[in-house]
């Protein structure tokens, strides 16, 4: 027999037959990471969030999340599997809300598409001062009780012996916060009605989400006479503002609000 005939025919037909089918399953790719849902569109760091899809692979990889430009944060991974992911919003700072993106990172480092994230940061949270120079008290000054209010810090309303009186109070007309401050939230405090039933007051417009602290409080005080003596309505505007925790402000600690 010629063996070196024999081995260069089979030689020959293992080329032309290529690799087994075992050889070329492993040579093969894997899909890429399909990353299709998200429980939340937006979230604050330490929000779980869980991501499903497919072809995220059985060994952890990361979650990342693009939170502002230049801002690519690896997320805290508390379960991985191959379709489901859950993880964390990332801890970061010294940005405002940012229309950003998620996006899944399998072990061998391939990439899912970016799906939408809105992040919203942590913020630093306080109350205007309040000041009678940001008043404007309705209708007219024969209707506030000077003393009383220079006395408690807070707008006061009398009523007369034979005639009541309503009108609207108005705060921060001409104001305006800065710094990267907004309004989250208005409310009155401290109201004080000598003649419960008979006098009041209730916030009627205010600007939250907005740069303007204004706000607008409607009161009343009826007539003293039928209802056992004078009468008399006090309350205090308590505007909450918020801002992102050390966004820059120019080096100024505490940070300026109006």
């Given at each position: 027999m010629n063996w070196d005939s024999t081995w260069t025919a089979l030689r020959s037909r293992s080329e032309a037959e290529g690799p087994s089918a075992a050889t070329a399953a492993t040579a093969a790719a894997p899909p890429a990471p399909v990353l299709a849902t998200a429980s939340a569109a937006e979230g604050d760091p330490g929000m779980p969030v869980t991501l499903g899809g497919s072809h995220f692979g059985d060994a952890p990889g990361e979650v990342r999340f693009i939170v502002g430009n230049g801002r690519d944060v690896a997320a805290p991974v508390t379960?991985?599997?191959?379709?489901q992911v859950v993880t964390e919003v990332p801890y970061a700072d010294g940005i405002p809300v940012y229309d950003g993106h998620v996006y899944v990172k399998r072990g061998d480092g391939?990439?899912?598409a970016l799906r939408a994230f809105r992040f919203l940061p942590l913020y630093d949270v306080t109350e205007l001062s309040q000041s009678s120079r940001d008043w404007f008290l309705a209708p007219s000054i024969v209707n506030v009780d000077a003393a009383s209010s220079a006395r408690t810090g807070q707008p006061t309303h009398s009523g007369g012996m034979f005639w009541g009186f309503t009108?609207?109070?108005?705060?921060?007309?001409?104001?305006q916060l800065r710094n990267g401050w907004v309004v989250s939230a208005a409310r009155l405090g401290g109201v004080y009605s000598a003649r419960p039933g008979y006098s009041g007051a209730y916030l009627v417009d205010s600007r939250a989400g907005t740069t303007s602290p204004y706000a607008e409080v409607r009161w009343w005080v009826d007539a003293a006479v039928g209802i056992g003596g004078s009468n008399e309505v006090s309350y205090s505007v308590r505007i909450?503002?918020?801002r992102p925790k050390k966004l820059p402000c120019g080096g100024a600690d505490p940070c300026p609000v109006l």
């Open positions: 379960f991985w599997s191959t379709s391939t990439k899912s009108g609207n109070d108005k705060f921060y007309m001409n104001s909450e503002v918020k």
